[in-house]
């Protein structure tokens, strides 16, 4: 993974004539679209947008579309899903935070196991962060599908009024216990990488990565807070008639 230093283009240069490099140091965020496209932004990150297009095959208006629709995305407010009645919610979990899970994990492993191998001879913590990592995308990948299968259906049905009320104390109970170690896991990956914070000379996808686990976090930390905090008090007043 042999990198250079990232150059800067003079202010208003167009997108198409900055380099891969420079667009995806400016906004990391901007890795998953090249990553999605299997556009390299690393070891080839000093050709610009168009030339890195053309050599790829790729559609420069489309590619730049996809750019400048990241930003919208970024910026457009949503509406408040704590507001929503808890069938609607957990679809709306679903849809928003476990999809982000399943497009981001198998991202952030191939990054961080990349770097940790690259890197982690001279910064051993590298190592320690793909491992905990890998600790937590297993235990999310697990949580997700339990959530699915078994509590969000139940907790579902009782919303729309389809079934009698059900106890679901013991489910709720390991869904916060498994939020708990995902949330330790957090705390662990912030301290090994200095709070996401990159060192000066790294590469794009060292920083890509640190990147994407912040983000990692704060999706997470609004997706528990829905569960523990909105949806699960709902569906045990939704139980309080069982039993």
């Known amino acids: 993974m042999s990198h250079h230093s990232v150059s800067h283009s003079p202010e208003g240069t167009a997108l198409s004539d900055r380099t891969v490099g420079e667009l995806v140091a400016e906004r990391p965020s901007r890795s998953r679209i090249f990553q999605s496209v299997q556009l390299d932004f690393c070891c080839q990150g000093g050709r610009t947008l168009r030339e890195a297009c053309e050599r790829k095959g790729l559609a420069l208006d489309e590619v730049i579309g996809m750019l400048e629709a990241e930003v919208l995305e970024k910026s457009t407010g949503a509406a408040n899903p704590a507001t929503l009645p808890p069938h609607e919610l957990t679809d709306y979990i679903v849809a928003t935070h476990h999809a982000f899970l399943r497009r981001e994990l198998p991202r952030l492993r191939a990054m961080s196991e990349r770097v940790a191998h690259v890197h982690g001879g001279h910064t051993p913590s590298l190592v320690d962060v793909f491992q905990v990592y890998c600790g937590l995308e297993a235990e999310l990948n697990s949580h997700m599908m339990k959530e699915e299968q ?18 679901l104390d013991g489910p709720i109970a390991c869904m916060i216990h498994e939020h708990d170690d995902a949330g330790q896991a957090l705390v662990r990956l912030h301290d090994l990488t200095n709070g996401y914070q990159p060192p000066a000379d790294a590469c794009n996808t060292y920083r890509a990565l640190f990147a994407g686990l912040a983000d990692l976090e704060e999706d997470l930390h609004r997706h528990i807070h829905l569960e523990n905090s909105v949806l699960f008090p709902a569906a045990k007043k939704l139980t309080a008639m069982a039993g």
């Open 150 to 167: 078994i509590l969000f259906p139940a907790v579902s049905t009782m919303s729309r009024g389809e079934t009698e009320p059900v106890l």
